[in-house]
């Protein structure tokens, strides 16, 4: 990042990526999108902006600082007690859930013509918390020139991956035969994006609500140690490579996201805390996302291409029938 004389370099640019934040949250509240995507929709929309000067360095702020301090405040959502109350083979199989989502999506993504960054985004994307796990993904990721378009069609691809999963999987977990404890652990272990599973939980019942928002958290947690490893990997990977840059071996939005998290788990922040910190990151994300649409051009996305489209859609088919194969395993089905 260029050097900061003072807050009026970054000023503008912070400025415009929250108004975009904004509005889509207003968009969200009165008719139902995806905050998200429609930051990100507004944001490629105003992509022009990105070329000023005045705007440019708080835009480029927005997207990598201001993402990266939401991403650690999520730490403040979760607690080891979330686990325990779901009981341990739940747990194990959300975990295993994760992990095995990642380890597919790398290994097909060569078929569709993709290398091991974009299938670690993707899959990652889609075994975690959608654009949430994109964007703190793409932040430790080694940079090149399409990155910006790889987060963007990522996020849009799991949020309306999600979008459409809200709706249709109360439905299927009816026709399997879930009951609500059962329905709640496949929502909250499958669908991507944290808003998604709660729609989709508590249009089921409370029950069914509270169970898969819990799930969902586990999933998570998970993005800490799966950071943690990808840039242990990363870096093994820049040693080979004469002017790759090596990220630190653990970033620091990923220590404060785990020490977070312990110390919630300790009961150290009041319910008022974690209420303000859950908003701070919520908003801080969806400025974030909005600064990333801001650096992306329309044009740029759309070359991505349908093979791109295909590997998001086989890895959330992948985690579905992982997570149902499971379930129904648990059940004596």
């Given amino acids: 990042m260029p050097q900061i004389d003072n807050m009026k370099d970054l000023l503008p640019g912070i400025l415009i990526s929250g108004l975009i934040a904004l509005a889509a949250q207003f968009i969200s509240e009165h008719y139902g999108a995806p905050a998200m995507l429609m930051a990100l929709l507004f944001g490629i929309a105003l992509n022009f902006l990105s070329e000023d000067g005045k705007c440019a360095t708080g835009i480029g702020f927005s997207a990598k600082t201001i993402l990266r301090f939401g991403v650690a405040l999520l730490g403040m959502r979760l607690s080891f007690e979330m686990a325990a109350e779901l009981g341990w083979p739940i747990v194990a199989l959300v975990v295993s859930g994760v992990i095995a989502t990642i380890l597919f999506g790398m ?10 960054r974009f299938a670690f985004l993707s ?12 964007m703190a993904i793409s932040a430790i990721l080694p940079k090149d020139d399409r ?12 949020t309306l991956l999600s979008t459409v999963a809200m709706i249709v999987y109360p439905i299927l977990a009816d026709m399997l035969g879930f009951d609500g404890r059962f329905a709640g652990v496949f929502i909250g272990a499958t669908i991507h994006d944290v808003a998604q599973v709660v729609g989709a939980g508590f249009s089921v019942s409370d029950e069914t609500g509270e169970i898969a928002t819990i799930v969902k958290l586990i999933r998570v947690a998970m993005l800490a140690p799966v950071i943690l490893v990808a840039t242990l990997v990363i870096r093994r990977y820049a040693i080979q490579e004469e002017n790759a840059e090596r990220p630190p071996i653990v970033p ?9 998290l312990t110390l919630n788990s300790f009961g150290v922040f009041p319910d008022a805390v974690i209420g303000l910190a859950t908003e701070t ?17 329309l044009r740029d996305v759309i070359d991505v291409g ?17 997570t149902v194969s499971v379930l129904f395993w648990l059940q004596g089905g």
């Fill in 252 to 260: 620091s939005f990923v220590v404060a996201f785990v020490v977070l």
């Fill in 107 to 116: 290994a097909v993504a060569r078929l569709f013509g993709h290398g091991p």
């Fill in 147 to 158: 990155t910006e378009e790889r987060l963007v069609f990522t996020v849009v691809g799991v």
């Fill in 281 to 297: 990151s919520r908003w801080a994300l969806l400025t974030a996302i909005a600064a990333v649409g801001l650096k992306t051009s």
């Fill in 306 to 322: 349908g093979a791109a489209i295909a590997l998001l859609v086989l890895e959330t088919a992948f985690i579905g029938v992982l």
């Fill in 123 to 134: 899959a990652g994307s889609v075994a975690i918390c959608g654009a949430s796990a994109a």
